[in-house]
């Protein structure tokens, strides 16, 4: 392995098809921890490196497991009926009250 090798394995880590199911999901876990830091605190670089590397992680997990559990929630669906039962709640005087504003 040349010296160039090297580096590109430091910066981008394992290819993920190389990682078993445990390190997989533990990088997974990992990276999306620190997103929000990389996003708000690092360069354009890790930034960069950030996505590219989120982004075969969770390649290689969908690729892994295409029928994974999706619950209702998440789907555009779920949003809309989520969306419909808060709508019903809020009104003139804000969350559903009894008796007007205060709810007294």
Do not use: C
Not at 22 to 31: R, S, V, Y
Not at 36 to 52: F, K, M, P, Q, V
Request: hydrophobic share 25%.
């Amino acid at each position: 392995m040349n010296e160039h090798d090297e580096r590109d394995i430091a910066m981008t880590g394992v290819d993920p098809d190389r990682l078993d199911d445990q390190q997989l999901m533990k990088e997974l876990e990992t990276i999306h921890r620190t997103r929000h830091d990389t996003l708000l605190h690092g360069s354009n670089d890790a930034l960069r490196a950030h996505n590219e590397r989120m982004a075969q992680l969770e390649g290689e997990y969908l690729r892994r497991n295409p029928r994974r559990f999706v619950a209702q929630g998440r789907t555009r669906e779920g949003a809309r009926e989520r969306g419909r039962e808060q709508h019903e709640l809020v009104g003139k005087w804000g969350r559903r009250t009894t008796n007007g504003p205060g709810g007294k």
